[in-house]
């Protein structure tokens, strides 16, 4: 049974690139959370999708950010022409649709440094 | 909205020994749930324990225990028999259903466990 699986584990990108950050959940889960830590700090929330829907985007950017989550394939979170505040670890998190589903299962994270 | 308290930032013990951390919370719902999760060295986000707020009684894992007072609105965790393992951050996390089960998260305690 694997978890949820994130990929790349670090990235490095210079200012004004795009970064992408995918996030495989856990097999029959079918929502994923994106979160964003900056250092020293606690997690913030950024995305919620079901599969082929954005449920709540209230916590992220209106700009240069974006994410998806295709009926086939990984979950997305984009971050075009990306700063340095942008640097910070992001975290997917997934839950199953019925029981327990407000307990959600973390991945490693990718850690994103911008140059 | 709801917020998460953590108004310890730091603590350290000897091993063997037994640490509470502190967390309240502050909320209009009442169905919803709370959580400490582990964050070691490695970054990782490990779900230590959940709690119901509709079960009174205190959720318990191995060493780890709970004290939910729920008319308090205070979730600390007590690890027992510490080991230099239990060496993290602890993170407390509040959901509800009509957040769409986003967590949101504490500003975490760094707990340190000596030889």
């Known amino acids: 049974n694997a978890g949820v699986m994130q990929n790349p584990r670090h990235l490095v990108r210079r200012r004004g690139q795009e970064a992408r950050l995918r996030c495989s959940p856990v097999k029959g889960h079918s929502h994923v959370y994106w979160y964003r830590q900056l250092p020293e700090e606690g997690l913030k929330f950024m995305v919620y999708?079901?599969?082929?829907?954005?449920?709540?985007e209230s916590g992220m950017p209106k700009e240069r950010f974006s994410a998806e989550f295709p009926k086939e394939g990984p979950s997305i979170l984009r971050i075009q022409q990306v700063v340095r505040g942008d640097s910070a670890a992001y975290f997917c998190?997934?839950?199953?649709?019925?029981?327990?589903?407000?307990?959600?299962?973390f991945g490693p994270g990718t850690r994103l440094l911008v140059l | 909205a709801q917020t998460v308290t953590q108004s310890q930032p730091e603590m350290s013990v000897q091993e063997a020994e037994t640490v509470t951390l502190s967390c309240t919370y502050d909320?209009?719902?009442?169905?919803?749930?709370l959580f400490w999760y582990k964050q070691p060295p490695s970054r990782q986000m490990i779900l230590v324990i959940r709690q119901e707020a509709y079960k009174q009684q205190n959720a318990t894992e191995n060493r780890f225990s709970v004290n939910f007072q729920k008319a308090a609105k205070s979730f600390s965790l007590k690890i027992s028999d510490s080991q230099l393992g239990d060496t993290a951050m602890y993170f407390c996390a509040f959901t509800a259903a009509d957040s769409n089960y986003q967590l949101i998260w504490g500003a975490g305690t760094k707990l340190i466990i000596k030889p």
């Open positions: 998190a997934s839950s199953p649709q019925q029981a327990k589903k407000e307990t959600q299962y």
């Open positions: 909320t209009s719902e009442n169905n919803y749930y």
């Open positions: 999708l079901q599969k082929e829907n954005i449920i709540d």
